[in-house]
Structures are given as C-alpha cells and as structure tokens.
C-alpha cells in the first residue's frame, strides 16, 4: 500500500522558517518525482514545486512566489522528501501536501502568524 | 507559464444527472493534464491523467477528454459521493498550475 506522510507543521511567526519532512513507503521512491502542493484556508490548491530523480540530476524547480525562500530537498536512503521553509509570510499559511499526483499525503498546516 | 481557465466556479446538479466541467490552457499541453476530486478536509484524489485515463480505482462513470488547449471532464449518472470540488492540473513542464476548482452541489 502506498502511503505518503508529511509532518513539521505548526505555528510559526512572520519571519520565521520551518521544515516539512514527507515519509513514503509502498513504491519506488527513488524513481519518483516529489511535489509539493498546498492549499490556503478556503482556497484552491497551489502548486509549490518539485524535486526530480537522481536520473534526472535532483532538479528542482518552484513557483516564483517561494523560489528565494523555500527549498526541496530528498534523501532516497530514507524514503523522505523535505520542504525547508525560510522567511515566511502570513500568506503562506496553508495546508501543505506532499504527492506524487496519483498518490498524497493527508497533509500538514503551516500557519503563519504573530 | 501556463494559464489555466477553469469553469465553472460552481454547478448545481442532482442525483443521476450528467455533468461537465471544462478546463482551457493559456498554450497547448497536448494531453498532459489531470483531474482531480477533492472532499471537504481531505486530501485531493487523482480521477483522470494524461487527460482520458481513468486512474485505478475510479468508477467509469467519470471520463475526460479533449487535447491541446481545451478539456473536458464529465461524470455520468452523479452519485451523492460525487458532490465535491473538481481541479484540473496541467502536467506540461513547471510550474504545473491547477484549475480554480469547480464546487459541485446538490440542486
């Protein structure tokens, strides 16, 4: 069964940073190509970015809105796949999912408040 | 970066009804768009892919269509499970940007 879990989320102040860890297990995860997506209170979902396969060098891209701030990384020892958010605004405040697209995580809120 | 146009925002139907939602890109993606159903705090579900394959598990009486800049997803005979807000994705090349999401109701 393929399962994905994202944790780290939590309340954190304007400014501050945070990292979001995404287990995964019932597939080949080094293979993959791990998304980011997250989803605003009452909003749609967004898009944040990715990370590729070592084939294809760990390449990494984002939305323009967190590309100087956030960062993916992976570790396919491990089977998990990082957010690393710096400099955060209260717009970021969002439930942040990791996915494959054909599978997701129950997802993780980041709330961003003073 | 690819535009995605959506609609509609929201659809009232009924049970055994037949609906469907279109999605235009700002370019052509050929068939590299999904769709999916998400439930009020829940996870989005993967129903459609490369725009017409129905993922494993989805039952036939959703379908998608369509190629290049326009696209469709109909559900056939809605089942009171299917009320829920629908995304269209493009898979195209990043950013892969969603729909505005349609909010399916019941009439």
């Known amino acids: 069964e393929v399962q994905l879990e994202e944790s780290g989320g939590g309340l954190v102040q304007p400014g501050g940073s945070l990292k979001l860890s995404c287990g995964a297990s019932g597939f080949t995860f080094s293979g993959a190509v791990m998304h980011w997506v997250r989803q605003a209170p009452g909003k749609g979902l967004e898009w944040v970015g990715r990370i590729r396969s070592k084939t294809n060098a760990y390449a990494k891209d984002y939305i323009p809105s967190v590309k100087d701030r956030f960062a993916i990384s992976r570790d396919d020892s491990k089977k998990m796949t990082y957010l690393q958010m710096n400099s955060l605004k209260t717009e970021d405040t969002a439930v942040y999912y990791c996915t494959t697209f054909d599978y997701w995580g129950q997802g993780t809120l980041v709330t961003v408040s003073s | 970066d690819i535009q995605m146009a959506q609609s509609p925002s929201s659809l009232s139907a009924s049970v055994g009804d037949r609906v469907t939602i279109t999605c235009r890109t700002s370019q052509s993606i050929n068939i590299f768009l999904n769709w999916y159903q998400q439930k009020p705090g829940k996870a989005p579900t993967l129903l459609i892919y490369?725009?017409?394959n129905l993922q494993s598990g989805v039952p036939s009486r959703f379908s998608g269509s369509g190629s290049g800049t326009d696209f469709t997803l109909t559900i056939n005979n809605l089942q009171p499970e299917d009320f829920a807000t629908y995304y269209c994705q493009h898979n195209y090349n990043p950013p892969h940007t969603f729909g505005q999401g349609t909010s399916l109701e019941v009439k």
């Open positions: 490369t725009a017409s």
